[in-house]
């Protein structure tokens, strides 16, 4: 079975650009989560959705960071315009609701903005 | 909210040697999971084991085991037999309602 994907696995972008990253859960999860990993904050949930509604959005830092999942197969998060503090590794990660709670990780997408 | 502390930021084994990893936490729930995910240098979260709160047995998977300590908040990791493979970062989770809070990661070294 394939796990979660995500794409781009790395991405160079300039200060002020919009920034697309996207997320694909193993199917047949209903949860899915966003998550940031910076050497200064560790790792921090951004935003999880149930059965493709967002549930908790209080990890999202600023306007400038927004979640969409349009169905159960695939997500987006964006950042809109994009600022050198916003370099990290955004990690997607899909669950199955309801199961023992276990949370399986994509490989993860390095942002790197200039 | 829930914390999680893991207050070894690094730990070193040699090989074929046995480590265990601390974590500690801080919740009002009863009912919730804890986990250790590692974290190699390839930055891919691997899951390495997961207890259920409500079962007092700890888990085992294969060289990994768990002492789970409800009373205490306790979940530590032991590696038994390290092999150099196991170099990598591994972070404690706690997961209640399907939010999930890490610790910020012990870095295991493995010396040959």
């Known amino acids: 079975d394939a796990g979660v994907i995500q794409s781009p696995r790395h991405e160079v972008t300039e200060m002020g650009q919009e920034v697309t990253l996207r997320c ?25 959705f149930n059965n493709n509604v967002p549930i908790d959005d209080s990890g999202m830092p600023e306007d400038r960071f927004s979640a969409k999942m349009p169905n159960a197969s695939f997500s987006t998060l964006k950042i809109q315009p994009s600022e050198p503090r916003d370099s990290a590794v955004y990690f997607c990660a899909s669950r199955l609701a309801g199961g023992v709670e276990t949370q399986y990780f994509g490989p993860g997408t390095r942002l790197l903005v200039l | 909210a829930q914390t999680v502390t893991q207050s070894q930021p690094e730990m070193s ?58 009373a205490a908040k306790s979940f530590s990791l032991k590696i038994s037999d390290s092999q150099l493979g196991d170099a990598a970062m591994y972070f404690c989770a706690f997961t209640n309602a399907g939010k999930s809070t890490f610790g910020d990661g012990t870095t295991l070294t493995v010396k040959p």
Request: positive net charge; aromatic residues 16%.
């Open chain 2, 13 to 70: 084994v040699q090989e074929a040697e046995t480590v265990t990893l601390s974590c500690t936490y801080d919740t009002s729930e009863s009912d919730y999971y804890l986990f250790w995910y590692k974290q190699p240098p390839s930055r891919q979260m691997i899951l390495v084991i997961r207890q259920e709160a409500y079962k007092q047995q700890n888990a085992t998977e294969n060289r990994f085991s768990v002492n789970f300590q409800k």
């Open chain 1, 24 to 48: 694909k859960p193993i199917s047949g999860h209903n949860s899915l989560f966003w998550y940031r990993q910076t050497m200064m904050r560790g790792l921090e949930l951004l935003i999880y």
